[in-house]
């Protein structure tokens, strides 16, 4: 087991967090974007247009915007409820206390989820 208690002294003593973060903190969370989950989620897509994962399948370009927006529509509705992982929620408990901040790129609304303040995030 790592030892973490020279990052908890730090965050103790800081007096203001900034968080950045992107799709890799999700993905360790367990949140799968790969090719064994995106089969199982959406497997008419798989069938029909051979996609493979909910990253490459975002770039594919539809015949029709009725298409192209029942993709987008499944895929946001698929990520809006996976429920808060326990690693985002553990992060939040470290720094709920802090001054912090958070901008990210993920749309998966983990750290909203968890807890985070919407005003402390971008």
């Not at 990253?55 to 009725?66: A, R």
């Amino acid at each position: 087991m790592k030892d973490y208690s020279k990052i908890k002294k730090l965050l103790d003593e800081s007096d203001a967090i900034i968080i950045g973060a992107g799709a890799g903190l999700s993905t360790a969370a367990g949140i799968n974007f790969g090719e064994d989950e995106f089969k199982e989620k959406f497997p008419e897509l798989v069938d029909k247009y051979g996609m493979k994962d909910m990253y490459t399948s975002s770039f594919y370009h539809f015949d029709s915007e009725e298409e192209r927006w029942s993709y987008w529509a499944k895929h946001i509705d698929y990520l809006y409820n996976v429920e808060a992982k326990d690693l985002y929620l553990n992060l939040f408990e470290l720094v709920k206390n802090k001054n912090y901040f958070v901008i990210t790129t993920n749309v998966d609304r983990q750290f909203l989820k968890a807890g985070f303040a919407k005003r402390k995030s971008l």
